[in-house]
């Protein structure tokens, strides 16, 4: 569906992306990740036809972007960072203005606005003038814009930065119901955000990409220690003892002592091995109490700070 | 193109700028009709079209139009949903150009009441009537086309105002620096006008002029995307 090839965005001598591949399917939802600064807009925005490539090709819908830019853009609805509005403008206008210049036909054009305000969310504010509207309405309104003329292509800039976190969610319920039809770019650089939504995950870190994968390969190449925690109640301090009875632990360390005598550790083993069943047992022979045993899952957050630092040097 | 007209004009006559421009232009023309209408008593409606509280307050009108014409879907970042639409730049800048006419063709059709007021109580001549409103509007596009080009070029809408002021009132004074210069002022093409005469060669300047603008226009947003 979207195809970008050696792509690279120069402003003056700064490379703000620098030689990008990547190809991305119909119906995929694809996140952007990166730090800021990272070439995240700068990609978008070439895509979207906004602004040129130094060098390389875009194709969208199998259309160059440069060469076709009228049938291609047709394909692609935007939606830009900092949600710009035409802020004179009531919502129901705003929309019918984005039909009119998506040249969405005259005689669909009221029916599709209609759908569309109602899909988003704006039906009791459509006759509003948008500088009225609340942030979380406004970003609606700018999805909207995005969304009328039923575009294959979605692409969002940051569609969730600045909402709390009850708009937050419907947005995301909205993305993951669009992406049902629609092949969705969206960046971000709310992680969990991503790995709840994403099909696939593009990390840029200056101007380059450093990794493209599902959310899940991404958080298992993270490098974890095997390591569980587990929080106890243990009277007669019998903990230290255990390391002797599971011959796998490396080291059991305290990290924290609560106030309702429980204490919490950090038990870590060798090898790959799960001591969950182990320690439930031994811990039982002891008379230690468990409260609560988890081992701790590796994040995207982890994935993501790892890749960026091993980038950085 | 149409749905850029049809917001621009929305624009226009749904902020106060539209009433201003009117308003104003018709408060300097009503002072130009007193000075030369009824100061001198003579009854000719082309004069006022040339004459100085008209023509001043046109070089701030002006550029109050055009001004903000890109300069703000620049700064508010809603050019970007213009320029990802499928509507190509020499359109979306037709359109821009096109509305802001309008709203000067508009303002011309007023003064056609002065005309009225003259028919009242003389015998003003009809063709040298026709003739000055075709060279004023003539006049105003030339301006309104380099308007838009000063706003094309800036994302502050004060900068491009008075890159316009400047260009006014510069072109206006000019013939009086150097004489050589008088025969490319605009000033002094419209006084051809409004004797009733329609030069073809300060009708294709006016003319050309507009398209260099709007073509500089063109240029400068198409090379945006590449430098910017």
Redesign the interface.
Known sequence: MIEVKNVTKK?GNVVAVDNISFKINEGEIIGLLGPNGAGKSTTM?MI?????P?SGEIIVGGLNIEKK???A??K?G?M???V??????TVK?FVT??A????VERKQRKEKVEKIIEQTGLKEVEKKLIKKLSRGYKQRVSMA?ALVGEPEILILDEPTVGLDPKQITEIRNLIKELGKKHTIILSSHILSEVSQICDRVIIINKGKIIAIDTPETLENKVNKTNSIYVTVEDPENKMETIKDKIKEIKNIKKVNENEDKTKQYIIEAEGKQDLRKALFTELAKENITIFEMKKPDATLEDAFMQLIEGGDK | MLAIIKKELKYYFCTPIGYVFIGIFLIAFSISFYLTVLTYGNVNFEYIFYSTPTIFVLAFLIPLLTMRSFSEERKNGTEQLILTSPLSITKIVLGKFISAMLVTIITSIFTLMYFGILCYFGMPHISTAITAIIGFILFMMAYVAFGIFASSITENQIIAGIISIAFFIITWVMPSFNSNLESISFINMLYGYTLGTIDIADTVTFISFTIVCILLTIIVMQRRKSVK
Request: without cysteine.
């Open positions: 402003y925005n979207t036809g906004y602004i040129e130094t830019p009228k049938k853009k047709r692609i935007y830009p960072e900092g710009p509005l035409y802020t004179d403008l206008e203005y984005m009119e210049i998506k040249k814009g």
